[in-house]
Nanobody, 124 residues
């Protein structure tokens, strides 16, 4: 499975961006698709997950109400709509997918088998 992110860029505080993650290479549909971010010098953290069968979403408090994850099954693509961006949202953003549902916490990196190359988001 290959994951390719796009849509990053530079934006002023209060602005919006929409990230895309296109999946290809397998007919397996991941149980969870998630977005993570890694600010400079910090650990990677989960910012959104979508349970692909149910459409259930989860967010940490830091982005709740500002970020929205969604999916387009026909396009094998997951999106992250980011509104009211803040300088602290500056990070490399990664898309992640599992190869099989392990049942652990969605924000644990070990739950995922496939990662994209990342797309940079800079908020000033």
């Amino acid at each position: 499975v290959q994951l390719v992110e796009s849509g990053g860029g530079s934006v002023q505080a209060g602005g919006s961006l929409r990230l895309s993650c296109a999946a290809s290479g397998s007919t397996y549909i991941s149980r969870r698709m998630s977005w993570f971010r890694q600010p400079p010098g910090k650990e990677r953290e989960g910012v959104a997950v979508i349970y692909t069968r149910e459409g259930i979403t989860r967010y940490p408090d830091s982005v709740k109400g500002r970020f929205t994850i969604s999916q387009d099954n026909a396009k094998n693509t997951v999106y992250l709509q980011m509104n009211s961006l803040k300088p602290e949202d500056t990070a490399m953003y990664y898309c992640a997918a599992d190869r099989g549902f392990r049942g652990g916490r969605w924000y644990d990196l070990s739950e995922y088998d496939y990662w994209g190359q990342g797309t940079q988001v800079t908020v000033s």
